[in-house]
């Protein structure tokens, strides 16, 4: 039995009545969206092989596992699974698999596009060219700035991380990561270049965050790191809020030294007194990098394919094993 455990609105939007259908096709399909402990719920569960997950589902852990003592796959609609499933599924046995892949690629895309904006110095004309009606020497003021040549940062090789990379092949960039887990020789195959953390913000017209947030990461661009941005700058930061002291980004932003593009910010949305709202050299948006509207359906497609590979026996193209599940954010 495939038991699916995500709540509307957002079950008919990552699973829209025709992928349903293809669920339907190949098992048995019970919806429980909430996972409690009700006894429909555990005559439900106690069947279940497949439980298929998506944002806000309840973690499955060692009571849900003792509720269904014949699963063997969860399968998680979305992203990252640390917040879906906790280390006891691997000592059960059960196999995991995440849509990552399918969210990044909205958030590549919307990177993609603000990195060359970023580039061109959106943000810094825009009010310039408010403010003075027109009246404005824009080469004197974009000295520095364009799309040739010019260097762009990423932090982290994650698969977001990767999927930017790749992106900006075509364009006359220089690319540059940071990511403590990748070598020279594995930065060089993706077709960057490794840099330290200092090295790569002090010489980055635009810094992208892409890193996990853990432990070690909390608070990883931090004063000393943005202050060794350069005039101009763009910190770009699709991420977690909480990789970046906002604090420190704040001063920075209210100088006029450099712009930024948040997409997410900690605490999520920020206080109604945060300068966030007003500083002119901030676009922000309400964590809209990854997938929404449409874009759901296809994580729902990719877990759909996943159960069907599960179904007859195959290998999951999207599995997270029990190591990588200790470095996911």
Same mark, same amino acid.
């Given at each position: ?56 589902s ?19 609609t979305?992203?990252s ?24 690629l ?40 364009g ?8 932090? $982290? +090789?994650?698969? #977001? ?5 790749? !992106?900006?092949?075509?364009?006359? &960039?220089?690319? /540059? %990561? ?19 953390l ?23 661009i931090?004063?000393?790191?943005l202050?060794?941005?350069?005039? $101009? +700058?763009?910190? #770009? ?5 909480? !990789?970046?002291?906002?604090?420190? &980004?704040?001063? /920075? %932003? ?57 179904c ?18």
């Open positions: 039995m495939i038991v699916i455990a995500i709540a509307e609105p957002l079950l008919s939007r990552i699973l829209p009545p025709p992928l349903l259908a293809e669920l339907r096709e190949l098992d048995p399909v019970a919806l429980v969206p909430s996972l409690g402990d009700t006894d429909s719920t555990l005559k439900t569960l106690a069947e279940a092989e497949i439980l298929v997950t998506g944002w806000g309840r973690l499955v852990d060692a009571d849900v596992l003792a509720m269904a003592p014949r699963l063997r796959a969860v399968v998680h979305a992203g699974v640390r917040s879906v499933v906790t280390p006891e599924v691997y000592s059960r046995r059960v196999v995991v698999s995440s849509q990552a892949w399918a969210n990044a909205p958030v590549a895309e919307y990177t993609l596009a603000i990195i060359l904006l970023s580039a061109k110095g959106l943000l810094r004309m825009r009010d310039r060219y408010r403010k003075t009606l027109g009246k404005i020497d824009v080469q004197a003021e974009l000295d520095g700035f799309t040739y040549r010019v260097q762009v940062g990423i932090i $982290g +090789a994650s698969t #977001i991380g990767r999927r930017v990379i790749e !992106l900006l092949r075509p364009f006359d &960039l220089n690319v /540059e %990561l940071y990511d403590p887990t990748v070598s020279a020789d594995e930065a060089a195959a993706l077709g960057v270049r490794a840099l330290s200092d090295e790569l913000m002090r010489t980055s017209r635009v810094v992208s965050l892409h890193a996990p947030l853990l432990p070690s990461t909390e608070g990883m931090g004063a000393p790191q202050a060794a941005l350069p005039d $101009g +700058a763009t910190l #770009i930061n699709t991420a977690r809020g909480a !990789l970046v002291d906002e604090a420190a &980004l704040v001063r /920075e %932003l209210a100088s006029d030294r450099i712009s930024a593009v948040l997409d997410v910010t900690w605490p999520e949305p920020p206080s109604a007194d945060s300068l966030l709202w007003t500083l002119p050299n901030l676009f922000l948006t309400p964590h809209i990098a990854g997938s929404l509207g449409n874009e759901l359906a296809r994580m729902g497609a990719s877990a759909v394919r996943e159960v069907a590979r599960i007859r026996g195959e290998a999951l193209h999207h599995e997270v094993q029990a190591d990588a599940y200790e470095r996911l954010a």
